[in-house]
């Protein structure tokens, strides 16, 4: 009787172990990014396909970082439009470590299918891209479906301004990296904006351009014009 209820214990612990969520380290995202709350986010790589519909990334408590480390594709579902949502609450911020080249792209499934990045809530969310690297918010090579990046707004952000602030700024200068150039490219078929809530959905046609704030440089002003090709590269070069 005792040595059966002393093997309780012992066999709750293995489960636990086995198959809960890592609750104090990082998530890791190795090919099918999924919901992930107030956790760092380490990315394998290579080709992140997003699932149908809605994947979402909360700093609810917790600051967020997002590091990505060797060349990665975040594009659409092959079966549909994929959206991915990056929600910051006031205080906090969510920090995408753009260590190696990052390219965004839309679903194969259609021309419409475009990736949507949708930046949410009172806190900030910041692209920190090494020298050198590119931040490459580009389309499908089949479909041509881009990436739609939209600060979401509600009523009261449209009136007091309080929405999500975006940054986009180098990361910390390295000996090697110090005089190279970082990119920021916004590729044909995407675009950058802002978006009120009420008009989230598969028909957005209109959004109103946005100012970027480059950290360690200056305010550059991108308008959001689809098919048009924009890029910033910012540092500098001896």
């Known amino acids: 009787m005792n040595k059966k209820f002393s093997c309780i214990p012992i066999l709750v612990l293995t489960l636990l172990l086995t198959h809960s ?11 099918t990014p999924f919901d992930v709350t107030d956790q760092d986010i380490n990315v394998t790589g290579g080709n992140q396909t997003f699932s149908t519909g809605h994947t979402y990334v909360t700093a609810v408590n917790n600051d967020i970082s997002i590091d990505i480390s060797s060349p990665t594709i975040f594009e659409g579902n092959p079966s549909g439009r994929s959206i991915l949502h990056l929600i910051a609450n006031e205080g906090h911020t969510i920090t995408i470590h753009v260590n190696d080249n990052l390219t965004t792209q839309g679903s194969a499934s259609g021309s419409s299918d475009h990736l949507l990045i949708l930046y949410h ?40 301004q309080q929405g999500t602030q975006v940054i986009f700024r180098r990361g910390p200068l390295s000996k090697g990296l110090q005089d190279d150039l970082i990119t920021l490219r916004v590729n044909k078929n995407s675009s950058f904006g802002y978006l009120s809530k009420t008009h989230i959905g ?36 001896k």
Request: charged share 20%; no cysteine.
């Open 21 to 31: 969520p890592d609750i104090y380290g990082a998530q890791l995202w190795n090919g």
């Open 121 to 160: 809530g009172k806190g900030t969310i910041v692209w920190e891209i090494v020298g050198d690297k590119i931040l490459d918010f580009s389309f499908n090579p089949t479909k041509k479906s881009g990436t739609r990046t939209y600060i979401v707004l509600d009523r009261s952000d449209e009136y007091n």
């Open 202 to 237: 598969d028909n957005i046609l209109h959004t109103v351009p946005m100012f970027l704030i480059m950290q360690h440089t200056a305010r550059a002003f991108l308008n959001s014009i689809s098919k048009t090709k924009v890029q910033y590269s910012y540092g500098h070069k």
